[in-house]
């Protein structure tokens, strides 16, 4: 752990000024309250923090109250980050995972990562990504995807990792019409049956996309990945394609219980000859990544991605 000497540039310092630094933490992980106690004061030494805010009681539709900040951290896991990730990125606040969960693949560092590295996030040194993330709208069986100019969504959500329209029960098996660029192709949709479909973002790739024998792509790639839950034919391979591309998923026989699902965490039902359209959202999130870490070694680490088997 880093001496508490104030840093020349901190807020007690004579440099430049202190960053803001936003803290959004879930206190329902008692691990994250007990850092907090030792953190916060450490933080405050070194940054104006405006704001400890938690994380189950923030919203998109809450999300413009949170105070202004050149850097936000999010204390938790993996589903928290994913959930902050919603409300800031349209805020172009650069945001910091810090991992109170299981894999940490989104929450990248921990509190001692903070601290070591605190000199060069202060000053914006460390590396920052941008990732993709999708608009996810649900429209009538009246709008037509050939031509949507004008249609007005009957539900709108916001994902970064992936939109999953899953069969629900009583699990019987479901049916789609998916179109990818259907106003600029003009081509029939093609019909997919199985136990539903993922869309995901190449940040979402590791997630449902993957369990569902999806490719993993590199968060750099600006594309979108649409992968069958075990499709009826096995004519209906995953695919990659440009995240400029609109997809849209009609569903024409489905389930009671049949839902789409954003993120893993936000669910809605939809109903026979309801359509949703995925397209990229008009902002990127800017992810500040760990320096002693790559996404690479993460996948390999985390992930066990080209691990050896062991030998007795």
């Known amino acids: 752990m880093p001496d508490d000497t104030t840093n020349p540039g901190g807020k007690n310092g004579s440099g430049p000024a202190a960053p803001r630094v936003l803290l959004l933490a879930n206190l329902g992980k008692p691990p994250v309250v007990e850092a907090l106690e030792s953190f916060v004061p450490w933080l405050e030494a070194r940054a104006d923090v405006v704001g400890v805010h938690e994380t189950r009681q923030t919203a998109r539709t809450n999300g413009q109250d949170l105070p202004a900040a050149d850097l936000a951290l999010v204390l938790g896991g993996d589903g ?4 902050q990730a919603r409300i800031l990125v349209d805020r172009q606040t650069p945001v910091l995972g810090v991992n109170f969960g299981k894999v ?7 509190i001692d990562h903070v601290q070591r590295h605190w000199d060069t996030l202060a000053c914006g040194g460390c590396r920052r990504t941008q990732r993709l993330m999708v608009d ?8 037509d995807p050939y031509s949507p100019d004008g249609s007005e969504p009957i539900a709108s959500f916001l994902a ?3 939109a999953v ?7 019987r098996m479901i049916e789609f019409e998916v179109a990818i660029e259907p106003a600029a192709v003009q081509r029939p949709a093609v019909t997919v049956a199985g136990d539903g479909l993922v869309v995901a973002t190449p940040s979402g790739s590791t997630a449902y996309n993957l369990s569902a024998g999806g490719p993993i792509v590199s968060p750099g790639v600006r ?9 009826y034919t096995l004519a209906f ?16 026989r489905g389930n009671d219980g049949t839902a789409l699902v954003i993120d893993g965490q936000i669910a809605c039902n939809l109903e026979e000859s309801q359509r949703v359209r995925v397209q990229q959202h008009r902002r990127r999130l800017t992810l500040v990544q760990n320096p002693e870490l790559t996404y690479w070694s993460m996948l390999s680490h985390k992930m066990r991605w080209a691990v050896q088997p062991r030998r007795q």
């Open 237 to 252: 391979r995953p695919i990659v394609f440009g995240a400029d591309c609109d997809v849209w998923l009609t569903l024409t």
């Open 160 to 162: 970064m990792n992936d």
């Open 165 to 171: 329209v899953t069969a629900g029960p009583p699990y």
């Open 136 to 143: 996810v709208d649900v429209f009538g069986a009246e709008t």
């Open 80 to 83: 928290t980050f994913l959930s």
């Open 104 to 110: 940490g693949f989104l929450a990248e560092w921990d």
């Open 223 to 231: 594309a979108l990945m649409l992968s069958a839950i075990s499709p």
